[in-house]
């Protein structure tokens, strides 16, 4: 079956600009994760969403960050007024049901890179 | 704050050799413990998790060894071979805080020689 896909690939964009990254979860998935991924820095938290309940917010590092789940499939990270320091490979993870022990499976990530 | 403390930054070993990565955590509420292994270009992929009942677990030429009072884990590659070259990250999350999301360490990048 098809894996996490994430699009773009690649993201080069200028500073102050807004820009939007997609994650297709395997399908049936109920939980899915955003991380940002910084060279030397390990994998940083960012968003949980599991079925209906609100989404756990609370690795996102300023308001310029948001995430939304439509339909409980889809994912779209926005970030608004980029800048450097928002450069980085956001991976989507999903898993069956959110819970420990429940393995995450990852997407290949978006490389974003801030002018 | 980071939960999850990976050594070394880096590791070369000769094929055939022992790669051993440790990690260390603080929150005694850490309850799962997986390793991940990252390819260039590609996500981390779960690659083998312990609980803390138990001292070892072992996949393959994979083991990962456990020191609950110590609170540390690692990862023992065995004959490791050029095709295990990848990045590694240790993480660790508590159940208690119902939901899987994990702290991950900094990564260590290995580098196996033929």
């Known amino acids: 079956g098809a894996g996490v896909s994430q699009s773009p690939s690649n993201k080069v964009t200028e500073k102050g600009k807004d820009v939007e990254l997609r994650c297709d979860p395997i399908?049936?998935?109920?939980?899915l994760y955003w991380y940002r991924q910084s060279l030397g820095q390990g994998l940083e938290f960012l968003i949980y969403?599991?079925?209906?309940?609100?989404?756990?917010k609370s690795g996102l590092p300023s308001d310029r960050f948001s995430a939304e789940r439509t339909g409980g499939s889809v994912s779209t990270l926005t970030i608004q007024r980029t800048q450097q320091e928002d450069s980085a490979v956001y991976l989507c993870?999903?898993?069956?049901?959110?819970?420990?022990?429940?393995?995450?499976?990852f997407g290949p990530g978006t490389r974003l890179t801030v002018l | 704050q980071q939960q999850a403390k990976q050594s070394p930054q880096s590791l070369i070993v000769q094929k055939g050799g022992i790669s051993i990565i440790n990690c260390a955590y603080e929150?005694?509420?850490?309850?799962?413990f997986p390793w991940y292994q990252q390819f260039p270009g590609k996500g981390p992929a779960l690659l083998i998790a312990?609980?803390?009942?138990?001292s070892e677990k072992k996949e393959g030429r994979f083991t990962i060894s456990f020191n609950k009072s110590a609170k540390q884990f690692s990862l023992h590659i065995m004959d490791s071979q050029p095709g295990d070259s990848a990045t590694y990250f240790c993480?660790?999350?508590?159940?208690?805080?119902?939901?899987?999301?994990?702290?991950f360490g900094r990564g260590t990048s290995l580098i196996v020689h033929p």
């Open positions: 993870a999903s898993s069956l049901s959110g819970g420990v022990g429940d393995t995450q499976y």
């Open positions: 929150n005694t509420a850490f309850d799962y």
């Open positions: 993480a660790a999350s508590s159940s208690l805080r119902g939901s899987y999301i994990p702290t």
């Open positions: 969403f599991q079925g209906n309940s609100a989404p756990d």
């Open positions: 312990i609980r803390p009942d138990v």
């Open positions: 399908s049936g998935h109920t939980a």
